[in-house]
DNA sequence: GCCGCCAAAATGTGATAGCATTTTTTATTT
DNA sequence: AAATAAAAAATGCTATCACATTTTGGCGGC
């Protein structure tokens, strides 16, 4: 029963750092369903670590709204909502259109060559119905136009709304064919090409809502919100 | 050499959660100012705690980017610079519209009461120039507005941009004559009494650009972004 | 069959100690 | 006086332990 997946540990990285990032890769990928009943000492039990570290993680985890510490010593993974769905797509919609516009100014040629490989490897992932590695991809694709900007403030709080509607997501993108994804991607890099930002905030915000708002709003029985 | 405030701390609260606001509060009010090197090892010292609560305490400042953990075994709070001030005042422009805007359909005539109310409150802080209660109410009077919709995922994000600025704002207001807040907000609660959406997300635009913005520029040397 | 009660197990929490590493200070040399 | 080397102090990290509290499981009474 390995519920959850291990990652890879450099040598320098602490424990709890370890601990943070497996956790954040459980989540993110799904292996920690919503609701799950988890506690800190079971946690530790599990990844065989003391319970010193991963209540640092658990910490953190939990500040990025990914984790819930609740009052009957239990943690869990928070549950998705038609409601809480509808406000974290919205906030996405508002903090990656905000993102792309103040990044705008620092897009060169070369991030748009280097976006349009990454978006065509994804391609080959669709192929092989890699999830993972899909979502993985996907999110470095948006990450590198929006980190452009050498002043980061708004990157932590979209990679903390990805995280809170990772485990859902994944339910999404695990149903449904997706190319539509892709199509988007492409318009988003024609509108980069032609210097046109209300054009790439245009295709930004079909992206989000094609791969993500109709379909979850769908798996959440039809709620339009 | 009292550094950091003490705080009330109720006897059901945990050491971490203490130490936890007790650094926050000592961040928003300035007593902490940017740059300063601290240690996990003094802090437990100068709190007198022991280490392993207040790492907890740290490591959740650091998620919302309050406290920065160095390479050098050093914590600091992070230098504001006019780049990244300009980058939190706009992050703070877009979430609180957005907030406002999907609170809006939940506004009450006794909410817009209370708010009124604590307005009034507040001329008197300004009278006796108590900043630490002036800043409290400031941000309750919004956070009143914002928590209006019951599906909070916004909200964090904001408090998380609001600690950020925190330790910047507090230098701003002490230099500042700063009453035109006041009038913003009554811009504010007039809009919201004629229950008008744009003239609402207007003055709040107002009162950030007047209370912060403007003042935030001309401190870091005219920048004008 | 259902509810309250009591013992036992489990849990969160925080102080402590040991270890490895880094930083700082001191001493030595050029 | 400056640079280098060695010693000392400080620091971060995490396993462990003890304590208080809570949850759980079983038992008897209604």
């Given at each position: 029963?390995?519920?959850?997946?291990?990652?890879?540990?450099?040598?320098?990285?602490?424990?709890q750092?370890?601990?943070?990032?497996?956790?954040?890769?459980?989540?993110?990928?799904?292996?920690?369903?919503?609701?799950?009943?988890?506690?800190?000492?079971?946690?530790?039990?599990?990844?065989?670590?003391s319970?010193?570290?991963?209540?640092?993680?658990?910490?953190?985890?939990?500040?990025e709204?990914?984790?819930?510490?609740?009052?009957?010593?239990?943690?869990?993974?928070?549950?998705?909502?038609?409601?809480?769905?509808?406000?974290?797509?919205?906030?996405?919609?508002?903090?990656?259109?905000?993102?792309?516009?103040?990044?705008f100014?620092?897009?060169?040629?070369?991030?748009?060559?280097?976006?349009?490989?990454?978006?065509?490897?994804?391609?080959?992932a669709?192929?092989?119905?890699?999830?993972?590695?899909?979502?993985?991809?996907?999110?470095?694709?948006?990450?590198?136009?929006?980190?452009?900007n050498?002043?980061?403030?708004?990157?932590?709080?979209?990679?903390?709304?990805?995280?809170?509607?990772?485990?859902?997501?994944?339910?999404?993108?695990?149903?449904?064919?997706?190319?539509?994804?892709?199509?988007?991607?492409?318009?988003?890099?024609?509108?980069?090409?032609?210097?046109?930002?209300?054009?790439?905030?245009?295709?930004?915000?079909?992206?989000?809502?094609?791969?993500?708002?109709?379909?979850?709003?769908?798996?959440l029985?039809?709620?339009?919100?």
């Amino acid at each position: 029963m390995t519920q959850i997946p291990d990652i890879p540990r450099s040598v320098d990285m602490t424990t709890q750092d370890y601990a943070y990032f497996r956790l954040r890769n459980a989540i993110m990928v799904g292996a920690l369903r919503p609701n799950t009943a988890l506690t800190f000492r079971g946690l530790a039990e599990q990844l065989g670590l003391s319970p010193t570290p991963i209540r640092e993680a658990v910490r953190r985890l939990s500040s990025e709204h990914a984790l819930e510490v609740l009052e009957n010593r239990r943690l869990r993974v928070p549950e998705m909502t038609p409601g809480r769905f509808e406000e974290l797509a919205q906030l996405r919609l508002v903090l990656e259109t905000h993102a792309a516009t103040r990044a705008f100014a620092y897009l060169s040629d070369v991030t748009i060559d280097t976006m349009a490989r990454l978006d065509a490897q994804m391609d080959g992932a669709v192929r092989n119905r890699d999830l993972d590695a899909l979502t993985r991809m996907n999110h470095d694709f948006h990450r590198l136009l929006y980190c452009l900007n050498p002043h980061q403030t708004v990157m932590p709080l979209i990679e903390s709304i990805w995280l809170q509607l990772g485990p859902f997501q994944r339910r999404v993108i695990e149903d449904v064919d997706r190319t539509y994804v892709i199509d988007r991607h492409k318009e988003m890099l024609d509108a980069m090409r032609r210097r046109d930002l209300p054009g790439l905030c245009a295709a930004i915000e079909r992206d989000i809502e094609d791969g993500s708002i109709r379909s979850g709003r769908q798996m959440l029985h039809g709620t339009t919100g």
